[in-house]
């Protein structure tokens, strides 16, 4: 057998472990019971009065994040009352054209980036750590900090239409009409969303690691909560998706404010990039509002059911599937851009081959339902409603996958249709199930089955009134995205059947959002599991604690509340592991990826205001640019980092006050962990995991301009310094090389060396910094896209190599005060873990800059 | 390991904790399939735009057709060979388990062959889809 890969110098788990029952059933004195839940509540004790901000907890930040992701949502849906009301007369002056391009722009942008894809994270903030019986996520502060970025971003980009500064060439920003816009509508979508898409990846860590490293001990991968699974999926899809638009937004902002032409044809550009860019994001973030959502349904279906999940197996295998094909659709948003029909021919296949386990998932709950005793529960009637209108949009989506048929429908209302069918019964419904299910547990009340009813028939008639007739309006001719359009054409009394259905929905959402908003203090205590369910959130305690779980169950089934009877009465007792907490620390346990054997103790972080000081000067580092006001905006970014700094420096990867810990039930875990061992390691490999796939898309930005354009290089164009290029590339080998050594010399003892080492670092980094600088400054990145691309290149490269400096330099100061020790080394694992990125982006870049233009 | 012909053999001891032992198991190998779909579909699609935008006027596209579906044929052998581990490892006809719910090591080491084969049979059919336009669609019109 292998050995275990724990890296010398690391403690193993020492003890007794799996628990056996006579453990389990040992008695828990009263008064030991009594002082372990005194210490546990200070420990999560929620900050009170104007602290209550700077609170971190998964229970607070989830709940602040859908709160501000619906409100988000009303507005959206207010724009598209107003876009109704507009189309309700032909030659209708309501709105001018100005203000309805407007309202189209943000209407798509706002529900997509500012409440379905934050929705996902806001849910499974809230509820994953529930589901895992964890006491937290891993890293509470960066979800406090991704919350407070999203909130900054969000209050930007949406308020910017109060002020008729919104961006207008719709949510899909297509160049050149986006990059020639007059004023700063589009720099707010660019600058403002690409801030919120550092809070979603920032979740897609939290997600993925919480998932993969915080289960309970004993849930195995074949145990493990459907929603983990498709959390799993959908944050390995956004770590692949979001990062292509962030390459997308990086190269669009260059243009806009420095007028470099990457979309501009005149000067070699090509606008085709953008939309291949956007579209690799696009479609799969389809999929990743999608999955959840669905995932909710995977939660209600086995509890109104009562019975297990049919078919787990082969869920888990739609959302993998489904996860990777998605990635290969992106070009049947493109069907009409005059590809190759050969092309179009692999995007249309692989759109009809997507339905193979979309479909298998749905057949699944069914089966389920038809299986077990259906209990027409509030949830599960909007779970009803979803599968009936998914089904819809999941039929008008094969139609349109087949070219001919789209190219017949294309930017018609056809489009809005289908794509309304898709989200509402995608999305829209089954996270309204969600609510409705979860309700009881986030927020220890009931909602009203009366108004829940009224608020389903409501939302549900009115989609179809409001959607329905719009796939005859798109077949009639309508385009969408029009302001108006003439009498006479056999549309008018469609679009007045759809703006009495709009109205219809909204009164719909009316009734939600009172039921939701309306003070419950008057009602009585609610049941424990009102539901049934067999899942772990149900043993949450009522009233409410805000410790998570009483203490950290041992799990071996799927439904534990159903097939482990003992189970919540031994969590409240506090039989099972972590029950106390001593030391007033913040505790949960990680364990192993594949069998969730318990491996450490994790502390984890408490309130704090750094991170909104953090997000504060990190949303100022992105909103100035837009007025263009640099001096302002590079301050707040130097003020980020150092922010940030402090918030690692005083907070994570500390010695602890002893290197084992009686986690409960004769075990013994270590406190600190280093490597791959360490959370922390795995959020440093997923984060630049996505990072790398935004440099991928850069080079892909190279290449398609090789093949799209026959002069790229331009026939005699200048380039790059070959020598300066190469010296380029070589420091950073060695600035690699050096931090690498500093790491094993380090773990050896001999401390000396290693800081040697991180001296040699930086400044080898400087070097390679100021080289690669050097080397593209004779190119005009303005003339052309080549040298442009090149300089794009280069900017990429210095920002990283700048955090990679930073990162040395943190190490050094570690080892000289103490923090970093031959012992205690998580940091520097991270940071070499960062520079195997940053080096491998340093040699790809010298390629791209120095050999592969003279090659092509 | 079983070895072969004799039906009499005792276990050893913890033979089967080392079989299914956590370290041999990994969460990438049910994406094998996938990603070979991944990988298929990425050169299909780059190999023919090049081909189209910038060699067309060169040489007819039947070199890249064949090539294509040998490529494709590849995938599909390589996809049918990653399926019948994993359906081994699922272990279904041995069993006769076709959900394992438990909480215990083999239950864990048979889903995770009946996940990956469930996604390589998925992966199979998307490579057969993928290649029915380089059948059917002969050139880049």
Redesign the interface.
Known sequence: ??Q?RIPAGDLAPEGIYPPTEEMLDEPVPDEVRARQEDNLRAAWKTPQGWRYWTAVNNSEVGLWYTLTAFFFMLMAGVMALLMRLQLWAPENDLISADRFNQLFTMHGSAMMFLFAVPMFEAISILILPAFLGARDMPFPRLSAYGYWCFLIGGVFVIGSILFDAAPKAGWFMYPPLATKEQGIGSDIWLLGLSFIEVASIAAAVELIVGALKCRPP??????MPLYAWYVLVVGGMILFAFPPLIAGDFLFELERSFDWPFFDPTRGGDPMLWQHLFWIFGHPEVYIIFLPSIAIAAMVVPTVARR?IL????I??SA??T???S??LWVHHMFTTGL???????????S??VV??TGIQLFAFVATLIAGRVVMTLPMLWIAGALAIFTAGGLTGVMVAIAPFDWQVHDTYFIVAHLHYTLFGGMIFPVIAGVYYFFPFFRKKMLSERLGRWAFWLIFTGFNICFLPMHLTGLLGMPRRVYTYPEGLGIDWLNQISTVGAFIIAAGFAVFAWDILRPKSGQPQIERNPWGGGTLEWSHEIPETKWGVRSIPY????YPLWDQPKMVDRMDRGRYYLPDAEEGLRETIVT????A?PLQVQRVTGPAYITILAAGFTGGAFIFPTFHLYPPAIVCAAFAVVCICYWLWTSTARPPEADMKEAGLGLRLPTYAAGPQAVGWWAVWITMLGDATAFASLVFGVFFYW??N?AFPPPGAEHASGTLVALATAAFAAAWLATRAARGLNRAGRVGAARAGLVAGPLLTAAGMAAIIFSVLDLDPTTHVYPAMMWALMVWLVAHASAGLIMQLYCLAGSLFGKLTPRYDADLWNVTLFWHFLGLTALVTGAMIGLVPRMM | MAEPGRDDRQPTAHEDE?EF???????WR??LG??I??GH?LI??AS???Y???LERMFGMEGLRLALGALTLACLAAIGWIGWRAFRRWEVWGTGEF???????E??HQ??G??GF??AL??F??VV??A???L??G???
């Open positions: 057998m292998k275990n004993g849930m195995r991968v074949n145990v297990p078919g787990y197996s082969w888990v295998l993998v599937g996860g990777f094909l990635f290969g190759p029909n050969i092309s179009l021919g692999f995007f249309s296949a692989a009809e081959a193979i386990p799990v071996t089934t799927r192993s990826v594949i069998d054997r093949t799209s026959a | 080392r032992a956590e370290e041999r198991e990994s969460l049910i994406t996938p990603t779909w991944a579909f299909c699609y023919v735009s090049v189209c935008f910038r959900s394992n719910p438990v909480g215990n090591a239950d864990r889903f995770l009946h996940a469930l996604l998925v992966s059919i998307g889809f993928d029915l336009p380089l059917l669609i050139s880049c019109r």
